[in-house]
């Protein structure tokens, strides 16, 4: 797995790890919310990387992977939808003020984002052998 590969994935599992602390501390679900976000977001990143894809931007980062990943299931297409929903929370815990995103939806947000990583990890393991 190339370097820069590597570093997206651990960027991804540090950012989940930052969101599984904060969302057990019980003060700071919109803050777990982005981070898990982020996770997923730099794990479709080193995705794309593998394959030689970059974007500027998240919403390329986004339809990039639903296109060459999601819709060719190459991997689940509902990992898509949870891109695109995470993205969503997140764009809602970082821009409202206040109370913005619940404890469940956090949780589920946090949850999704181990699942996301966990599924191109072994993807990319599998690509590999």
């Known amino acids: 797995m190339r370097g820069?590969?590597?570093?997206?994935?651990?960027?991804?599992?540090r950012h989940l790890q930052i969101a599984e602390e904060l969302l057990g501390s019980g003060h700071a679900d919109d803050v777990a919310a982005s981070r898990a976000y982020y996770a997923m977001f730099y794990a479709a990143e080193a995705l794309l990387l593998s394959v030689d894809l970059?974007?500027?931007?998240?919403?390329?980062?986004i339809a990039a992977f639903g296109m060459?990943?999601?819709k060719t299931r190459e991997l689940p297409p509902e990992l898509h939808g949870h891109l695109n929903d995470a993205f969503r929370l997140r764009?809602?815990?970082?821009y409202t003020r206040g109370i913005s995103v619940s404890h469940e939806d956090a949780a589920l947000a946090v949850e999704r984002a181990g699942a996301f990583?966990?599924?191109?990890?072994?993807?990319?393991?599998?690509?590999?052998?």
Do not use: C, P, W
């Open 4 to 13: 820069e590969v590597k570093e997206g994935l651990n960027d991804a599992r």
């Open 117 to 129: 990583i966990v599924t191109i990890e072994e993807y990319l393991a599998k690509r590999e052998m």
């Open 91 to 94: 764009h809602v815990a970082d």
């Open 68 to 70: 060459h990943f999601a």
């Open 54 to 61: 970059t974007f500027s931007k998240h919403q390329g980062v």
